[in-house]
Nanobody
Framework: QVQLVESGGGLAQPGGSLRLSCAAS????????MSWARQAPGKGLEWVSGIYSDGSDTYYADSVKGRFTISRDNAKNTLYLQMNSLKPEDTALYYCARGAGWREEYDYWGQGTQVTVSS
């Protein structure tokens, strides 16, 4: 069965960095676009970033453009999100999802990893 397991969340100071990982299993990872999305307390789900199946193209929400970088290692079945210059408003539960989030096309989700940005 499809499994997506996120890791790497935690507490960071404003201006700091974190790197999220998503380990995928149960499907041919290299055949699917992948995305990151987040949900802040009391707010709706926000798509953050996406990447083509072969990594040839990437997409970002305006709120994270220039600060976050999505990447993937198809040999390791792993998706990454490098988050730099973190802001308190980046505090959220971050989810890995299978699909092209920039087209609002998702079909499987992980359980999420918490990111808290605070001094």
């Amino acid at each position: 069965q499809v499994q997506l397991v996120e890791s790497g969340g935690g507490l960071a100071q404003p201006g700091g960095s974190l790197r999220l990982s998503c380990a995928a299993s149960g499907f041919t990872f290299s055949s699917y676009a992948m995305s990151w999305a987040r949900q802040a307390p009391g707010k709706g789900l926000e798509w953050v970033s996406g990447i083509y199946s072969d990594g040839s193209d990437t997409y970002y929400a305006d709120s994270v453009k220039g600060r976050f970088t999505i990447s993937r290692d198809n040999a390791k079945n792993t998706l990454y999100l490098q988050m730099n210059s973190l802001k308190p408003e980046d505090t959220a539960l971050y989810y890995c999802a299978r699909g092209a989030g920039w087209r609002e096309e998702y079909d499987y989700w992980g359980q999420g990893t918490q990111v808290t940005v605070s001094s």
